[in-house]
């Protein structure tokens, strides 16, 4: 059982270059969540999608776009990527609202 | 402004002593909470989890207690264990989607 998968694990863009984060879980969960971690931050919600076809802004929602393509699958976009959102990504889903997140292994991006 | 706050960044305690975690949180909405664990290099893994309707949750060798009054809660672990060892977070939320987190707690266990 994968649970939640995210790819890549490692990235490396220099600023203005975009890429996508990709997001798969195989729980049936309804919830999926996008966070970042940053160095004496803890972890801060970029959007999530309560339900398949919904997206909503989190804490830290600029700089980013989202796509809920299925239940299974919540990407994050960088459209024009800055020094700024150097950080650890991680993905999350959960079955119901409020309730146990379950969270992908993370993304280290590095914008140069 | 942090809404969930964790003020003691690191902990060492004896192995099959006691671990304290402390978390405040200044939101009075929030009502539903949890504490996860982070090794190195993964994914945060859930640990336990309170709602406002109770004040105390027990599994295993965790129990969290919450004090609304004081917009406080506390992870216990006992007895310590050096696999215990991790970053904690805890994390608090009004909305059941919206999940605010703390800066984390290092946890040392020193066997």
């Known amino acids: 059982n994968a649970g939640v998968t995210q790819t890549p694990k490692f990235q490396v863009l220099k600023t203005g270059q975009s890429m996508t984060l990709q997001c798969a879980q195989d729980?049936?969960?309804?919830?999926m969540y996008w966070y970042r971690q940053d160095p004496g931050m803890g972890l801060r919600l970029i959007y999530y999608?309560?339900?398949?076809?919904?997206?909503d802004k989190g804490e830290v929602p600029n700089g980013y776009n989202v796509s809920r393509l299925n239940k299974r699958e919540f990407s994050l976009r960088l459209e024009s990527a800055a020094p700024s959102q150097t950080s650890v990504y991680f993905c999350?889903?959960?079955?119901?609202?409020?309730?146990?997140?379950?969270f992908g292994e993370g993304s280290r991006l590095t914008v140069l | 402004d942090q809404q969930v706050k964790q003020n003691s960044p690191s902990l060492s305690v004896q192995e099959g002593r006691i671990s304290i975690l402390n978390c405040d949180y200044t939101?009075?909405?929030?009502?539903?909470f949890l504490w996860y664990k982070k090794y190195p290099a993964e994914g945060p893994t859930f640990l336990i989890s309170?709602?406002?309707?109770?004040d105390k949750n027990e599994d295993g060798r965790f129990t969290v207690f919450l004090n609304k009054s004081a917009k406080h809660l506390s992870l216990h672990i006992v007895p310590s264990q050096p696999g215990d060892s991790a970053v904690y977070f805890c994390?608090?939320?009004?909305?059941?989607?919206?999940?605010?987190f703390g800066t984390g707690t290092s946890l040392t266990v020193i066997p």
């Open positions: 999350a889903s959960s079955e119901q609202a409020p309730g146990e997140l379950f």
């Open positions: 939101n009075s909405m929030f009502d539903y």
């Open positions: 999608s309560a339900s398949e076809g919904t997206t």
């Open positions: 309170i709602s406002s309707i109770k």
């Open positions: 729980m049936n969960h309804n919830s």
């Open positions: 994390a608090a939320s009004a909305t059941g989607n919206q999940f605010y």
